[in-house]
């Protein structure tokens, strides 16, 4: 009974720490690992026995727990691969590519020597430890980037850098724990290692590949109904996962992350509803996994870390990062400002969290050796440390420093267009021709071709969905027309980016009804001076083709406008001498001399 209680109270703190890091604007494994560390070993001070109010042992026991933290960790690296996209690393600007060099090789080399040399960790062990914290990770840089705001060069190569190293950081790690496992009977030769380790990444390999290559085919043969697409995927990880363990132990890891890159690569129609991991059971996972694993932590390993585990994040964060970032610029048009920025955003992740975890549970059962086991018992905190601190303290400066560095990019004026539809297209011409960038989201595949084809950037998804912040690059983008034909969805696209953009910066369609019920109060935001809905405006949009544009340098000039078309014209947008266009909404602007008003005659 208390078990289940206390696997319901996870259940339950990880959605508040999912909502509380949304509220706030930080990355969720802040909340989450504060959560983990409060009821686990910090709570100790308060409880009359000194119990922890949370313990991940007292759910899960023995190879139960590690069971499950396997199989979470092969589901989690699987949704990192599939972020790994060949054509993506091989477009990708020189600075980002040095990254994905240097950043892994000095890591793993300088941050094992340092955690060999300042906390006394064995070679394997300190060289492991160096591997986990290669990873960085969206989860953690996009939030930051997004409430810094640097200019866009940083912006691109940092947001490259934490989505591509994520998988390939897990996989060196990977890659790096098997080899010291297999490596760790004192009497194993050298010949004898290289060969197990040999067939511990092939097997994990062959079976990956083999396992993507089943789903691409029972997803083009059509072989399971729609509904059961994601289940069968992630039944076929977890088979990959458990099926290569037998082959060779510890090559399930490296089969669900090939699987993963295998299946970003290849083309599969519905690989987009595949990657409702992102949003689903990977979330479910990672926040249970930091809350669980991070409440398994004792008091008595946060103590051991001392200073020097403290010199040890110095170590990583004033000389690791920079070096990697002052290598990968050299040569590149980046100056110095934005060199010294680069070198301080470096924030570690979700990944190495749940790796290092696993790891650690791992080692602590497997060695023999009591200076082994303790020395093992060090990497999870360890690595918390590097994660909460670099997320912390770069989180909560990156802001104030790109302010004094001046690196900063001006505020966003480009348009996010919600719909691909012709009023959109029609909308998004004018203001291109006006140098104004403009995305526009849709689902509909006929919507988004036609606008590829025009040469608009489109967004193919949800404009509600859960991870639109994170896959809409909006580094130019300030403000929200709301332009489908759904009422509702434009106005519940309007609060969701409220938030982002400011309230001023969001607008909308009228409705049918709104314009039927002429007594009613209609919002400020409400588009086209409020006298045109979705319909009127693609009637006047087919009749016409194109808007007129006349002098409005103040109100009498725009209510003679409206008068000498008897005021059947729609008005659309204020032209500003060297400034971008102004959406008309139904508060109209301080009029200036030099405006122009761009508007289109209704449809007769």
């Known amino acids: 009974m208390e078990g289940m209680i206390e696997l319901a109270s996870i259940l339950i703190l990880s959605v508040l720490a999912q909502w509380l890091a949304w509220k706030i604007k930080v990355p969720a494994i802040i909340p989450l690992i504060m959560i983990g560390l409060a009821l686990g070993p910090l709570s100790t001070f308060f409880t009359p026995y000194g119990d922890k109010l949370l313990d991940g042992d007292q759910i899960f026991s023995g190879d139960l727990l590690f069971a499950f933290v396997s199989i979470s960790v092969g589901i989690i690296l699987f949704e990192g691969g599939l972020t790994l996209k060949l054509k993506d690393i091989r477009h990708q600007a020189g600075v980002v590519r040095n990254l994905l060099i240097f950043g892994p090789i000095i890591t793993l080399g300088l941050g094992g020597l340092a ?12 060289f492991l430890f160096g591997a986990l914290i290669i990873v960085s990770g969206p989860t953690v840089v996009i939030p930051i980037l997004r409430n810094t705001r640097p200019n866009e060069r940083i912006n691109n190569v940092l947001k490259w850098e934490g989505i591509v190293i994520d998988p390939i950081g897990a996989l060196i790690a990977v890659l790096v724990y098997e080899f010291i496992q297999i490596g760790h009977f004192e009497n194993a030769d050298t010949i004898e290692v290289l060969k197990t380790f040999f067939i511990t990444i092939a097997s994990g390999v062959f079976v990956g590949g083999l396992a993507a290559l089943f789903m691409r085919w029972i997803l083009l043969k059509n072989r399971i109904p729609g509904y059961l697409r994601n289940v069968v995927a992630l039944g076929l990880v977890i088979f990959a996962f458990s099926f290569s363990e037998m082959i060779s132990h510890e090559a399930g890891l490296m089969a669900a992350t090939f699987m993963g890159i295998v299946v970003a690569n290849i083309k599969i129609e519905e690989f987009k509803k595949i990657l409702s991991f992102k949003e689903d059971i990977s979330i479910i996972l990672i926040s249970v996994l930091f809350i669980l694993l991070s409440s398994r932590i004792d008091m008595v390993q946060l103590e051991k870390l001392g200073w020097d585990a403290v010199l040890l994040f110095g170590v990583v964060v004033l000389i690791i990062r920079p070096l990697i ?6 040569g590149s048009k980046f100056n110095w400002r934005e060199i010294i920025f680069m070198a301080w955003v470096g924030p570690k992740g979700i990944v190495a969290a749940a790796v290092a975890s696993l790891f650690a549970l791992q080692l602590s059962n497997t060695t023999d050796a009591p200076i082994d086991a303790e020395q093992a018992e060090l990497i999870l905190p360890l690595t918390f440390l590097v994660i909460v601190g670099t997320v912390v303290l770069q989180g909560g400066t990156a802001k104030p420093l790109a302010k004094l560095l001046k690196v900063q990019r001006a505020e966003p004026k480009g348009f996010l267009l919600a719909g691909a539809n012709e009023n959109s297209r029609f909308l998004a011409n004018f203001l291109k021709q006006y140098d104004v960038q403009v995305t526009l989201a849709d689902t509909s595949q006929a919507n988004i071709r036609e606008a590829q084809r025009m040469g608009f950037d489109v967004y193919e998804g949800n404009i509600l969905g859960d991870n639109v912040f ?3 690059d909006l580094t130019n983008i300030g403000r929200l027309m709301a332009l489908t ?3 509702e969805v434009n106005n519940l696209a309007n609060k969701y980016f409220a938030e982002e953009f400011g309230e001023e910066n969001v607008y909308r369609l009228c409705s049918k009804k709104e314009l039927e019920l ?11 001076g409020a006298d045109v809905d979705y319909l009127n405006l693609a009637q006047a949009i087919r009749q016409h083709k194109d808007m007129a544009v006349d002098s409005c340098q103040d109100r009498e ?7 000498a078309n008897r005021g059947s014209i729609i008005p659309l947008f204020i032209l500003r001498k060297e400034e971008d266009p102004m959406v008309v909404s139904r508060d109209l602007p301080q009029f200036e001399k030099g405006m122009k008003l761009a508007y289109i ?3 007769h």
Do not use: M
Not at 325 to 330: A, F, Q, R
Not at 557 to 563: A, R, T, V
């Open 485 to 487: 034909s759904s009422s």
């Open 470 to 472: 994170e896959d809409l």
């Open 325 to 330: 970032v002052w290598l990968s610029t050299l």
């Open 115 to 126: 955690a060999h040399y300042l906390l006394g960790l064995n070679y394997r062990l300190a």
């Open 601 to 603: 005659a209704e449809a």
């Open 557 to 563: 000039e725009y209510d003679s406008i409206l008068k």
């Open 518 to 528: 002429k007594d009613i109060d209609l919002p400020r935001n409400v588009l086209f």
